[in-house]
Nanobody, 127 residues
Framework: QVTLVESGGGSVQAGGSLRLSCSAS????????MGWFRQAPGKEREGVAS??????TPHYADSVQGRFTIAQDKSTLDLQMNSLKPEDTAIYYC??????????????????????WGQGTQVTVSA
């Protein structure tokens, strides 16, 4: 059984930084994808960043490119978020899954059917 536990969420002013962490347990495959997703009130869940294990190239949503950095080390997944904007306010979810390791539209549906989600952590950015 796979379990994902997130930490690092909180409140910050625009322009500030936060670092999210996700600890995974129960992973049994040598190759897999891990990523971060977010969901704002009244919006659908969207991909933020993903990275394939082992040695994959990170993928980022256009909205966070150049501001966020994803990193994976064994069973830990981090998301460094810099230059935060109010529109980054959302619940952020950690996920792991097999197959296509991107954050394109629709990938969250694949995760919902075949992967695993964390419980989510709130990130609030004030103007």
């Amino acid at each position: 059984q796979v379990t994902l536990v997130e930490s690092g969420g909180g409140s910050v002013q625009a322009g500030g930084s936060l670092r999210l962490s996700c600890s995974a347990s129960g992973l049994t495959y040598n190759t897999y994808c891990m990523g971060w997703f977010r969901q704002a009130p009244g919006k659908e869940r969207e991909g933020v960043a993903s990275i394939f294990t082992p040695g994959g190239t990170p993928h980022y949503a256009d909205s966070v490119q150049g501001r966020f950095t994803i990193a994976q080390d064994k069973s830990t997944l981090d998301l460094q978020m810099n230059s935060l904007k109010p529109e980054d306010t959302a619940i952020y979810y950690c996920a792991t899954w097999g197959g296509e390791c991107t954050v394109r539209a629709g990938i969250e549906r694949i995760i919902g059917r075949t992967g695993y989600w964390g419980q989510g952590t709130q990130v609030t950015v004030s103007a």
